[in-house]
């Protein structure tokens, strides 16, 4: 089961657009790696990224180690709001 995180804070400048509650910031695959690794890097050593857009989610997977052991997360990142949804630790 994957784990919950909270939403990094972005620039005024990142912003697009502001709609009732909903913040819209339209990232793309350099801002997904970004807040994936910026999740990621409080507990693991981060090795490799890649990104890929899944309708309106970026599928990032990383390659991590932790204490001498290699894992592969995968972290799912909402593309309007730089949300991160999950992440998943797959082998």
Not at 33 to 54: C, G, M, N, P, S
């Amino acid at each position: 089961m994957g784990k919950r995180a909270s939403t990094p804070e972005f620039s005024a400048n990142a912003v697009d657009h502001v709609d009732g509650n909903i913040l819209y910031v339209n990232i793309d695959a350099d801002g997904a790696k970004a807040i994936a690794t910026r999740f990621l890097e409080q507990y693991h050593v981060i090795h490799r990224l890649d990104a890929v857009l899944e309708g309106k989610i970026w599928i990032v997977t990383v390659q991590v180690s932790l204490f001498n052991k290699n894992h592969v997360k995968k972290v799912r990142v909402e593309a309007n709001t730089g949300r991160i949804l999950d992440y998943k630790t797959s082998d």
